[in-house]
């Protein structure tokens, strides 16, 4: 008897653009740890944040648009609390806790501390107080633009330097989610709508508008539990590709319009704590920041240090510092695909060299940074880590 030999089923790699191709751009190595190992699961800071904010924002639009919670501020306790509630719990069973520190997980006083300051739950943490100034700064002038929420969007590219018997496939997939603004919902926007007014004065939006052949747009937006990079770090770069990458990917979907600019939303500019003050005041030091304090603001910034409180600095600042407006033209939407392909190349042969039986530390990439490597997980038998919170033998 023969037996048939099957061949191997087709299988296209699929890469997230954010759950992957920048998490990789962060740290290699941290990605394939977090991604691939049989470790218990847990997240670095960002990640979690990242997530949750994300949940959160999606989760109240729909309050906004379902239930009709059209009056702003929500309250944090009877109204916000809730969606924090049921992001955490999708997350929990995803295998995704959050760190120590940044969120209550309890609903109510119960017997158990857990890493609360006591046991009087709910406790508004850090992620908690961002939930809030996020939906209550934004949720007012966003949520009645979006046309479309949490649209999934996905292409196919070559594989780059595709090897046969080598390479794990021929092409490789990319996706993404969005939220989607009409120019319907633009029009329909009050005078008072803050998106708009920055749109409006945008130069380079408003030449745009003026050039377009059909009579409807988009404008794509996404979320990021960050603060504004600062202008020469990779995140800068990295955000922007993202965004050209989007709107490559929504174009090719048939119901969609051209897409002018994209938005992206640093929520973490709403509310900054200690380390976020830090990093702000060095880069109004080295002027390494296209959002430039002046007056009061600038005053506040320079003058505090880590002894003090955190000051309290102008709506109008954290507002422009948290909104970052990205025009799409097809050179930058070009060379971003390009450089994606680079980083999908570089992960692809990461896991060659592995499947290949080299050990995990020498198939990947580091990218020592003292902020990733703090809030890594894995510091304690990196090779490379920036964070002196070494293993030490006893
Ligand atoms: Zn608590």
Known sequence: ????????????????????????????????????????????????????????????????????????????????????????????????????????????????????????????????????????????????????????????????HYQKGVSRSNYYGINGIIDVLSSVKLEEASENNLILKYLNRDPVFQEKLENLESDRYEVIVDYKGMMRPSLGSPSWKHHHWQVQTYAWLRSMQPESNPVLVGILFYLNELSLFQEDLKELKREVKDHDTDIMPDGGDRESIL?????????????PFRHLRSIRIIPMDPVSIKSSLEEFDKVVDDIESSIIHEVNGQVIQNSWKTNPDKRTCDACDYKTFCPSSYSKKKLTVP
């Open 303 to 315: 003058k505090w240090n880590p002894s003090k409180k955190i000051p309290s600095l102008s709506q």
């Open 1 to 160: 008897m023969t037996l048939s030999v099957r061949s191997k089923p087709y299988i296209i790699p699929e890469y997230s653009l954010t759950g992957d191709l920048l998490a990789y751009l962060t740290c290699g190595l941290q990605y394939r740890y977090q991604n691939k190992a049989t470790l218990p699961p847990s997240m670095p800071i960002q990640l979690w944040f990242g997530d949750f904010i994300h949940g959160v924002m999606e989760e109240a639009f729909l309050k906004w648009k379902d239930e009709d919670w059209k009056e702003f501020p929500w309250d944090w306790k009877t109204q916000i609390r809730d969606i924090e509630l049921l992001i955490h719990k999708r997350m929990e069973s995803r295998g995704l806790q959050p760190p120590a520190n940044l969120f209550c997980s309890y609903k109510e006083e119960s017997e158990h501390q857990g890493l609360c300051p006591d046991k009087e739950h709910p406790h508004k943490l850090v992620a908690s107080v961002r939930a809030e100034h996020s939906i209550n700064t934004w949720g007012p002038h966003l949520f009645p633009l979006v046309d479309d929420n949490e649209v999934r969007i996905k292409g196919i590219r070559e594989m780059p």
